[in-house]
């Protein structure tokens, strides 16, 4: 049991307070020979950083990933992989007021329930800067997984504001502040999300991963389903409230024969005529694109005051001034794709331990 | 790492296949000296069991629970409980059909593809029939949670039909077939539902969870969030493929003012004004009812013949005949009580690890 | 973390108590498509089960294993594999005098200090019936591990009375009753235990287990090295006061030239000279054949009055009468066996999801 | 399961190779609100330092442990703790010869079958630099355990030369090189040891630790047996053959009468007579001192020749210069309290999550 580690056979710790000294992560069970360098990793987290758009906080740090362990001539040994990144920009500032006000709808009230003391400085372990560790590790995990498959994140929904899946277009999403895969829907996203910015205020977000080139027979039933590791992992990131696969929460509206994902031969190999499943059934990947959904609520720290208690059990208003993103969700696309490739990479290896002569993408028999 | 067992301290191991002689568990964690014989578990089974009314599948077993290890004088010693509940109407019928063909929607395929072997009578281990076990864990974690936690489920969608909210009424729940806490939808539903048992179809629903009397201060960053794991629960029974917390995915569409769950002091304890967070917040439990939901598809055997393929490579037709659950839906009531029943349990004892000094019910200082 | 689990990829639960109704286990992990029914797993037990004669306890019971799950017509299906075996013979007896007083050097004491409450009936869960259930995962085991791994053990020391290496002759082993294999120990030994036997006296043993065929490369350094597991194992077994590995204790004598199993090439492949090692450098496998010894302490149940308390605190004298084994090491061959073959398969399977492309056997490379 | 997480509870995660820029652990699951800063931990890492005689190796670097996360104005927080260590006496070398070439007796051979890749830089990840970090979250362990429990080890036998247990002084420990309580073996041990160091050659010892007020009731049967996970830590100990509790090998020549611990009401507790269980009965605490043995081999780093191969599949000779200790065994003494300190840290917490109203130190019951 851990309270800090992530994965089974593909294990990820992670560790450090916002305005510590520095964040990190170990990985551990990582296959030997694979190549690995800072600059394996270091895109993803560009894409995480904050103040890349006047739409992300205004924190600026160049979260320039170390590697201290685990790689030797530029391969992985199979020993830990110890991954650190300085904290550069903990502005010098008064904490008195969040030191004692718990901002409602934030972590601040149960940690000091749950502890009874806080690393109150921006946010400590709570905050979300931990996510960084989680997209470096979600790096590593692609070098696990291979060329072969590809996980990819887009922002499907802005507030109340959806996206035209007829316009989806997956060369728009680095093309925008959003990671949208509309580039209509992004330009009516950056005035609204102006306003809401100036209002001072913050509004959430829904995030939709695939990945492609997922082989079948991914998963562990019963306890170690695909869908419900994927659905723990999405629900773990900050501030997620939702969590779907494929259809998701439509399926329970819909009679059996619309769900079922038919299905005919073509040459060697199965083919589906739908993916309402969203790649997975009985917990075990199908072969087809894996889809899952998580929502994101708006972040609490906001400037319009809210009636909330102090530590000391007094009524007060809290305010949050200083550097917050309008819309964390955004930020949340790379995070939630580095867990998918981390669930992934663990259930390669897992499948590779327990069923060790299947071939990787088995076919039906024709005997 | 385990395929087949749920939770960390209070740990269930299941086991058993549908038409096999029996199923399962192992309550391993279970602290002692708590009352429990087989009169505790049986009334939780017998929620669940089938062939309650016409809207469940007609497959007739009384369930009853045995326990065989773990119990002393009605005590349980801290040893492990073994459950085991015998199959007795493993109906003989020639499975040639399904045993060759794989239902569209249905684990018959991933596990062919996953194993290269599968035990095709009822759905073998993928069978909803291991649910059974779940909800008898569940009973036994009711007992670790005590009196002081109430945790109570409904059906709140039937297909396409919802409730309306204000008619909620606990006391409706067991008065109708669906668990639904709307008379008078429930009164609708049996109409609807009929017409689709009658068409050999299936529907979806969605089921949400209350958890009354959750002590603040369960849970655990970063990995093991409350959320998270209950997510992962959920969304690991058999055709679950959404989840929520709280305000779930509406929360995407709020703005930070309306999402905030502002608080005041009553006397000595904190008070919210609104449970939007469905009493969880960074991971850890408030102290507020906990509120989860979460959706399940319809059941992939239905009698409306579908495009397949079978394990020769060769394309055909399945349609499924037989005693099916037109709502599986109906029957995950039960099931899902008893999976946030066990993560709480989980989390209570863990919580005594690592905070041992903290008070159950911790309040705020007033120093 | 659990408490009743042994293993983490090949993971077997035990449960049950030496008079309940029945004992069992859960094997999670095991690969698909391996033969397994109960006649491979029944000879094993059949190796260990009391009243085989007069050096062993009296209590006659056939163990007649049961497999409840997870095999499909002769074959494993990845699916848990439920085992049972009913207790038989739970001889109706008045258990007054321990169920209130404390054998010295007995687990009566601790269970209940630790839980407050004890099943003291045959010793409850602490009895040597548990190792039973895994002399069974250990065969199942052996079916992971394939023909070309020999696991055998054998008895070394009796008491004060060891044995003449130069006699060692496997296929002695099973020509005696105390697994012992030097013909001429095993005659002069049966001599020594009748003698007490009769004093109503226990004694105790020395066993040792060979591995061979152990692919190089097994092991997971550094909280999951081959050896550490094998001494976490073994000790686990009831009564082990201490387990060496290869020359064991011997090895602090030496000095290092006389300690390196020195190397050379034989055709392609890598020839020791000796075997200090026993098979294990940083915990991992070289290849060579794995030497594991442990001891066992004499059983605390004697005829001889020791002094003693109750769980009224008053100061008792206790005399254990009844079917006892004169030496619980004898039985503890097959048991130690399993348990060396347990973390083997679970070593196997670790070693396939960490190193998917390494073959069985790597050799040396002649780049 | 994992390769480099020690513990369940307590868990402590290592990472870094004796060449790489530091080393470093990361503690999970440690209670909130515990002293902690770097002066606790610095002084049990001076202790294990090297270079502190003419009997370690002369590596000399201060091992100047930093706190990066997990505690906030000098208490811990319930966050994970990382520490880091800056290896700063890396010396640049020629590591030609053993790159190529594997020492007898050495994990370079087994590193390298099972991962085909090495760093072979001062011995990488198998090197016993990363014992520094077993030892820092030693000290971290016994904030947890409190001033209650008192972990001591000795170096009890150097080579062939045991000590005259009529001598033990533990004031004498800390007054000679070796961590010897008997002040006249220790003189001996450094005439001998200086012949065996100018030999070039190296030499094994035993350890003995004694862990004093550890309450009855901490460890888990079955499989989490105290004096099995005490074993498993034990050997898992760089160069560690052999572990024993209590009277270990030693009860196998023993008749029941002899090793039965005898007991005696005093006042209201329980009183023993003797200590041949070393404190564990039935894999849980008696309430007496925990005595633990385990045995270190000579190193395999040593001057004088010896036959071996190298990577490229020739036979070659292999004598090692450079800085080694003539003796591993005595810097193993710091290591061995250090592993003992974090089971019982671990047990301490899975005892209180069991058992939670089981007062810390439970006496006999006199109803």
């Not at 510590?20 to 992560?25: L, Q, V």
């Not at 589906?272 to 990947?285: E, P």
Request: charged share 25%; net charge neutral.
């Amino acid at each position: 049991m851990s309270h800090n580690t992530f994965g089974h056979l593909f294990r990820v710790t992670t560790w450090g307070e916002s305005h510590g000294p520095s964040i990190g992560c170990v990985i551990d069970g990582c296959p030997p020979r694979l190549p690995l360098s800072e600059a394996v990793i270091q895109p993803y987290l560009d894409r995480r950083r904050p103040g890349q758009s006047r739409f992300t906080t205004q924190r600026r740090e160049p979260d320039a990933v170390r590697i201290l362990s685990g790689t030797f001539e530029g391969l992985t040994t199979g020993a830990p992989i110890s991954l650190l990144i300085d904290n550069t920009d903990q502005r010098s500032k008064d904490y008195g007021e969040i030191a004692d006000r718990f901002r409602p709808g934030h972590a601040d009230l149960t940690y000091t329930l749950k502890y009874g003391i806080r690393d109150y400085r921006g946010g400590g372990r709570s905050s979300a800067r931990e996510t960084a560790m989680r997209v470096a590790a979600g790096a590593v995990a692609r070098q696990v997984l291979g060329d072969g498959m590809r996980i990819r994140g887009a922002l499907v929904q802005l507030g109340p504001h959806g996206i035209d899946r007829s316009r989806w277009d997956w060369d728009t999403i680095d093309a925008n502040p959003f990671f949208c895969p509309d580039a209509v829907a992004a330009a009516e996203w950056a005035a609204y999300l102006d306003e809401v910015r100036r209002a001072g205020s913050s509004v959430g977000a829904v995030i939709e991963i695939h990945a492609d080139g997922v082989p079948p027979g991914l998963g562990a039933p019963l306890y170690g389903k695909l869908d419900a590791e994927i659905a723990g992992a999405l629900m773990g990131i900050n501030a997620v409230k939702g969590v779907e696969i494929g259809d998701g929460f439509a399926a329970a509206a819909l009679r059996g024969e619309d769900n079922a994902d038919e299905m005919r031969m073509e040459g060697d190999e199965v083919a589906f005529d739908s993916n309402h499943a969203g790649g997975i059934l009985g917990g075990i990947s199908t072969g087809q694109p894996l889809v899952a959904r998580f929502a994101v609520k708006p972040t609490s720290s906001i400037l319009s005051p809210r009636r909330s208690v102090d530590r000391h059990g007094q009524s007060v208003e809290v305010s949050t001034r200083g550097r917050h993103d309008p819309c964390v969700g955004i930020r949340a696309v790379p995070v939630g794709e580095a867990m998918v490739a981390c669930v992934l990479a663990d259930h390669l290896l897992r499948h590779r331990a327990q069923t060790p002569d299947a071939p990787e993408r088995p076919r039906l028999l024709r005997n």
